[in-house]
């Protein structure tokens, strides 16, 4: 399936626009469904600072969350790329902070998986490692590994992402991310099989590479409990 390309399309929603798959089953992983908004008839005051809505004091939806404000609650816009919207759209304070917060995921550390980085990779309980590069499929659905040999994990079966460190990284900043332990189900399985990565020789690359799928992981699994 990762070798079927990914057509786009514009969509358009009461939200706004958004650049969707054109198979609904290929969205990235980290994304997030669009909310229902809140109907109008069961807000008739703002669900943040409790004003009544009237002809004068409009109501507004988040395209985050799809609770009701009024304009001063609701008068922030934010790119918002876990629901591929085309543009910065309207969101409530909190979701603002959190779409900003995601936005430095896209906008960094995302750049840094697609670019990939050199592991040991032992798969299983075998007691052999292979040099391999590691990296973030385009789609995001896949965690390509290449080397004498090739494999692909879809991040959407993983159970468990554990990032392990080495202790004191240079300077004494705190502990240096140095490997991975993954747990998940190979496609067509149902039967857990444990990964390992291992910083190789660039391993300041590698810490990078490792601190931006922590990220990411902290949005795989915020997705999954959507």
Known sequence: MSSVPDGKKLVRSPSGLRMMPENGAFNSPFSLDEPQWVPDKDCPRCMQCDTKFDFIRRKHHCRRCGRCFC???????AALPRMSFVDPV????????LSQKESDFY??????????????????????????TCRLANNHRYMFLDGESHFEVELSRISSMQIQTDGTSPGGCGSRASGMLVHYKPMGSQDTQQLHLEAADDKKAAALWLAAMH????????????
């Open 215 to 226: 990220k990411g992981a902290k949005l795989l699994y915020e997705a999954k409990d959507q």
């Open 107 to 132: 906008d960094k550390q995302l750049k840094v998986l697609l670019a990939g980085s050199t592991f040991l990779v032992t798969l299983g309980g075998s007691n052999k490692s292979e040099t391999m």
């Open 71 to 77: 304009d001063k609650c609701c008068s922030k816009k």
């Open 90 to 97: 309207r969101q409530c304070a909190d979701c603002s902070l």
